[in-house]
């Protein structure tokens, strides 16, 4: 039998040539309550002067395993950095998403107080480093680096020697001109950091407990409770916009312990918290109301009557609404490439890639137009087909005259057409038209090539000053990065498709439900391009990336083709077949998650949505299920909802931050987070007493904006190493992302059993009359309103929402649309779709009278120009339920509600 205490002061002291002046023992335990296994280490001074450790930290490696063959072997963490009552959540990403939750056995002595990529030599895999004590490793990541690397590489100096000139950080580029700059978020680490003090022949004891929870993701914070720790919820999230006034934070105290306050801690200068206490939830939860004011990273501490205390991590922003409206501006003014813009290759009147970093005049480095990555300046795949999609997605929510007018002209001239003028032969739209020879309505991969021979001064039709042409090979390039003219020209990615069928899309929501914005053509016409363009993703194995965007055009084609167009109907019927011939493969494979990779986390989007399309419910919930085991739920903002990148710094982003140390650059809130989202708040609005989703739905929604800086620019990701802590400069494939923002953004009013009356991304205040419940949305858009206790979904396809009031007493739901301006009326009707998303509530018969139903939403007449619309939907009970079912079968409870200024 083992020693049950382990003396590993030798083995510490091999990995140095300095002398160790401690002895280290490491021992297994029972926890006190049997429930769990405890860490221990015992760290004993043999000095004879006092010590200070720097650094004290606990490896928690990853199990990689090598999938597909080996899916069920992979086993990832995340962290939420929360000091005393931090923890880390190891979930097996299939296999019932088995969970192992480790926590600090020794509150004072072990926080979580930094996550360390261990940038070491480890071998194979990545491998983080729970530091219980980080000032040594604090003061390099101020400087952004990490031992062992502190300065840049000889081998990269000589191959790039421009990285060496005033080399910064040890980190290149991939624009291949400068290194990477220093970044001063990098000096802000998660929580402060602190050193461990030894006096000679002391003894500190560090400890971890390691315990599984009992069903998956969805049990972690069950586990939390049974580990003696504490459990928060915040709400909508721990991203706030300075026009909440429902934001809340429950929290439930340690056991035997109580909450004794919560107190804002400044990260960045002018983002402010304040917290007030409020009344117990009627699940025994301590409640704050938050308020947030400026703009950038807060902390909240919440202390206990035990000693201990925990962080809650926050991000403060403007209203959502501007950050979309910023977004639009900076897409169609500045981030657009204008139509007499002189390129040979085709690129005008389009929206580019965008580097909001700093150049040497001090301005954004701008437009960027060349690239070893030919795909990420070609406007397809996801870096360079993004950048439409993004604005696309903007335009479809929340569209004006201008921006609309941009995606038209990108349609017209560079996604489906030819700039004879600006551009130079061969002339070559993205998209192949019906005019030309070749694979019509394919998507190329990319409108910019190199020549065969991979010159840098032309394509082999013109000259071009290819200034990354370097590139195109080790250490940075890969075999298809500088793709030559017939490369460019294969048609064959069908990750390409969606992205494009955005802007076809988009126009057709404004040209058939915004007549009074003007489109170059008829609603038809976009129309059937987006089911041509559909129909070219033909039966694709693999999931793609915002492909619910075909599900999308496809109920557009079934509502017009109900309304008398046979052409519309048979478009609907060929992509229908096409959609379910995935499906039932996907039913039948036992894990379909796989890309161009074997296993990868962009395709699951499609496998759910497919499978709740056609019926498949257990499909779709055991997607649902693993997509948790890389969303997490987190009182870390950036870790709440935020999907890890997963390589992609490499393909779409600028500084690349572990290049060289064998680990990859983890990041935060990339695309992966919008886009596993949708399948998650579908999922939810079904299933609504599955809460979990909702709040790492709400934490992707939410974060997703945080990408989108003062000047509208955005950013494929927030690097998570803490050498930098900062978002990426590039826009890289950041649309995707946001088209999940976009479709799935709305007003959320909740009722649960132990946290009360909730609003996401909305204020909830008490109405006129008693019981009644006032709403007022505060997401982006103001389209979409999800009414839990009803399962109620309101979308609003022309107009937006000013408020809506829910009635108890009479069954009903006023609703109020926002005044228009009658100098710019964008519509003549109002058009409101009302669905009933679950049976889970017994609420039904939603009718809205007075106003007729058009393709499936009820169309209204909205009030003059100035004045609010107001409408009332009504509600009732299903014959089969009335007789044992009464109005007060569900109760409101309006006491728990926020008090809030209607403006």
């Not at 769990?36 to 004290?56: E, K, M």
């Not at 000693?307 to 809650?312: L, P």
């Amino acid at each position: 039998m083992p020693d049950p205490i382990q003396d590993i002061t030798e083995l510490l002291a091999s990995s140095s040539s300095a002398q160790l002046p401690l002895s280290v023992t490491r021992a297994y335990e029972r926890s006190p309550d049997g429930r769990a296994l405890v860490v221990r280490f015992n760290l004993t001074s043999t000095a004879d002067t006092p010590l200070q450790l720097g650094g004290v930290g606990f490896p928690l490696p990853e199990s990689a395993g090598h999938p597909p063959a080996g899916i069920q072997s992979v086993v990832w963490n995340d962290p939420h950095v929360g000091g005393q009552h931090g923890f880390v959540e190891f979930v097996r990403v299939v296999d019932d998403e088995a969970t192992l939750l480790v926590t600090p056995a020794e509150h004072s002595t072990t926080p979580l107080e930094g996550w360390r990529p261990m940038l070491e030599d480890l071998g194979n895999g990545d491998a983080y480093e729970w530091l219980a004590a980080s000032s040594a490793w604090a003061e390099e990541w101020a400087e952004n680096k990490q031992w062992p690397f502190l300065n840049m590489s000889d081998t990269l100096k000589q191959t790039y020697p421009s990285f060496a000139e005033q080399a910064q950080t040890p980190w290149p580029s991939t624009d291949g001109k400068h290194g990477m700059p220093h970044i001063p978020a990098a000096s802000k680490p998660w929580n402060p950091p602190t050193s461990a003090s030894l006096a000679p022949s002391q003894t500190l004891s560090f400890a971890l407990r390691l315990q599984l929870a009992e069903s998956g993701p969805r049990s972690r914070n069950k586990a939390l409770e049974d580990a003696g720790e504490p459990v928060m919820h915040g709400v909508p999230g721990y991203v706030l916009s300075t026009d909440m006034q429902s934001a809340q934070l429950f929290v439930q105290p340690p056991r035997g312990a109580t909450t004794e306050a919560a107190a804002f801690e400044q990260v960045d200068a002018g983002a402010k918290l304040a917290l007030t206490r409020t009344s117990p939830t009627p699940g025994g939860f301590d409640a704050f109301t938050v308020a947030a004011s400026g703009r950038g990273r807060a902390r909240v501490r919440v202390s206990f009557s035990d000693g201990t205390s925990a962080i809650a991590h926050y991000y403060v922003l403007p209203p959502l609404s501007q950050q979309v409206a910023k977004l639009g501006a900076h897409l169609a003014d500045v981030a657009w490439l204008p139509r007499d813009f002189i390129d040979p290759f085709g690129r005008s009147a389009s929206v580019m890639p965008w580097d909001r970093s700093a150049c040497e005049d001090g301005n954004p480095c701008g437009h960027i137009l060349n690239d070893a990555r030919a795909y990420d300046v070609g406007l397809s795949d996801d870096a360079g087909g993004g950048n439409p999609l993004c604005l696309a997605s903007k335009v479809r929510a929340a569209p004006t005259q201008h921006e609309a007018g941009r995606i038209d002209e990108y349609i017209q001239w560079t996604l489906y057409g030819i700039k004879p003028d600006t551009a130079k032969p061969p002339f070559k739209s993205l998209q192949i038209r019906e005019d030309e020879h070749g694979d019509v309505d394919g998507i190329r991969m990319t409108l910019f090539y190199y020549a065969a021979n991979m010159s840098n001064h032309t394509s082999g039709h013109f000259e071009w000053n290819y200034t990354e042409a370097d590139k195109c090979h080790a250490p940075f390039g890969g075999p298809t990065w500088c793709m030559t003219e017939n490369m460019a020209n294969a048609t064959y990615r069908r990750f390409n498709y969606p992205h494009q069928i955005a802007s076809y899309w988009a126009m057709y929501h404004v040209a058939r439900h915004y007549g009074g914005l003007k489109t170059r053509m008829p609603w038809t016409w976009y129309l059937e391009r987006a089911a041509k363009t559909a129909l070219q993703i033909g039966t694709q194995s693999t999931g793609l990336m915002d492909g619910t965007v075909v599900r999308e055009v496809l109920e557009a084609l079934k509502r017009e083709g109900e309304a008398g167009n046979a052409t519309f109907a048979d478009f609907a019927t060929r992509i229908s077949n096409n959609m379910q011939v995935r499906q039932q493969n996907w039913a039948k494979n036992p894990y379909p998650y796989g890309s161009e990779f074997g296993f990868d986390t962009t395709g699951q989007e499609e496998v759910v949505v497919w499978n709740l399309y056609f019926g498949n419910v257990t499909v779709a919930k055991k997607t649902v299920d693993h997509i948790l085991s890389y969303m997490r739920s987190s009182p870390t903002w950036a870790y709440n909802g935020g999907s890890r990148s997963w390589g992609d710094i490499g393909n779409n982003g600028k500084y690349l931050a572990t290049f060289g140390t064998g680990i990859q650059d983890r990041g935060q809130m990339h695309y992966r987070s919008g886009l596993n989202m949708i399948p998650l708040m579908e999922y939810y609005r079904m299933h609504p007493d599955d809460f979990f989703l909702l709040e790492i739905s709400m934490g992707a929604i939410t974060g997703q904006m945080c990408n989108i800086d003062e000047s509208g620019a955005t950013s494929m990701m927030w690097h998570a190493v803490p050498h930098v802590n900062d978002f990426d400069p590039h826009s890289g494939d950041y649309g995707l992302g946001f088209f999940g923002n976009a479709l799935e953004s709305g007003a959320y009013f909740v009722q649960h059993p132990q946290l009360g009356s909730l609003c996401f991304l909305c204020d909830a205040g008490p109405g006129a009359a008693e019981g009644n419940v006032e709403i007022v949305p505060r997401d982006a858009y103001r389209l979409n309103a999800f009414i839990e206790p009803l399962t109620m979904y309101l979308q609003v396809e022309s107009g937006t929402f000013s408020s809506l009031t829910l009635m108890p007493s009479r069954l009903s739901v006023v609703i109020r649309f926002a005044a228009i301006d009658a100098s710019a009326a964008p519509y003549s009707k109002l058009r409101l779709r009302v669905t009933k998303t679950s049976d889970a509530r017994p609420w039904t018969n939603f009718v809205l009278k007075g106003a007729p139903l058009v393709r499936g939403a009820y169309e209204i007449t909205p009030a003059e120009p100035g004045e609010v619309t107001e409408v009332v939907v009504n509600y009732g009970l299903p014959p089969a339920s009335a007789s044992h079912l009464t109005q007060d079968s569900y109760e409101y409870d309006s006491s728990l509600l926020v008090d809030v200024k209607m403006i």
